[in-house]
């Protein structure tokens, strides 16, 4: 492929997740036992992340204890903790957690990641998911996951009082004056008296605005709700795209949206996730790949299988297609997005559920991509070119061999062809991604000025 001076840079975000995304990767010699709580497997992973000049990392969360401990590891650290552990052992690379907004109050949420922010120097991002399943919502009070829907318009409210906690202090609000004995001046800190639907919050937050004034704002959802909450509100948006031409539309899609609520579509990154199974010949790639297919458990996956296509595990026979009735997506009330791109998968690959149970093992539903560093670096180019994206989420099948292989190898093919930094030149996450750090909307704009933020502004005394 040819090097084209003229492109936008390419951004990469390392998704992490305990020691890798096959479910089988546990099972290999060069895993760690305990890794979903190993502080030491988490910080050698963002140093080597860090040394591939990587845009930044990433957590995914649940309040729960999802799947099958039997199955693969299922314990882990709460990930803004973990964050802090991480920023302490490098200085660059951006630090990405997710939160729910279902079952999470406003004023906790934004104090931690004002705190992650502050702690990491402007490295703080935020994954923002509304939390699908009854065995999370049964660990809050509730019998089942509250519609579809309602989590969406909380995690609109949410993030509306949220962006108002980390606005309420000024920029400049701390003078720590020590001649005149004046720390903070009051009139730079603001109670906003918020009364919603979800939330009352009077603010203002305990803690100042942080270096990004908040940390950056990512979404990971993808049904009409989701596409909406993200060009709404979303920075960056992960997302699974089997196909080429998915990943096209999804990204136009989702920018145009954007456009209609008045944004730059420049300002909303697009990373579709990539599962990268690197070897020194694409023969020996796919073997990688084919052995860890073995090591899956036939019989834990059905039952996931069954979950979250919400049939019963009976109908799932291993050497046969997809039962033909399976529910609609207007049925589901948990992930849908990832609900059709898994019937859609099968059905148009015609796969049976032992193929398809395979073809989820390593990513869930993301793409898996078995080949040299070369191949990986074309299909990202490929895509990238295309329109598909303006990055990827890179989910290692393996960590760290899988993480280390793509920073060593793809990522150097990337920089030579001129796609890829090759040194940081931003400080914070935002100006990794290059985007702006967000004005605050309580003192910076015209309408705050005004008084006409349709909010009543209190002073602080
Ligand atoms: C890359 C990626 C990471 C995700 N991480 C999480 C996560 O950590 N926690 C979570 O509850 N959901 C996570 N999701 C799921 C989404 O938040 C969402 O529930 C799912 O895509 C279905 O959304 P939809 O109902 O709008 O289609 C992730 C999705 C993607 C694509």
Redesign the pocket.
Known sequence: MTRRPDRKPLHLNA?LMSVGHHEAAWRLPESPASGGTDIAHYQNLARIAERGRLDSLFL???PVLMGDPGRRPANKLEPTVLLTALAAVTEHIGLIA?A?TSYNEPYNLARRFASVDHVSGGRAGW?I????GADAARNFGLDDTPL?RDRYLRAAEFVDVATKLWDSWADDAVIADKESGVHARADRVRRFEHRGRYFRVDGPLNVQRSPQGYPLLVQ????E??KDFAARYAEAV???QQTLEEAVAFSKDVKQRAVGFGRDPEGIKILP?IVPVIGDTEEQARALDDELDRLIRPEYAVRQLSKTLRVDPATLELDRELPADIPGEDEIE?????FTLIVELARRERLTVRQLIGRLGGGRG?RTFAGTAEQVADTIEHWYDAGAADGF?IMPAVLPSGLELFVDRVVPILQERGLFRTEYTGRTLREHYGLPRPANRLFDTVDAAAGHLGIALTEVS
Do not use: L, P
């Not at 998911?129 to 699908?132: D, I, S």
């Not at 948990?334 to 990832?338: E, N, T």
């Open positions: 998704f995914a969360d649940s997710t729910s994954n998911v509304t939390t699908a579809h990971a959802g993808s049904s709700d989701g992960f997302t699974a996730g948990g992930a849908k997005s990832r993301h989420n």
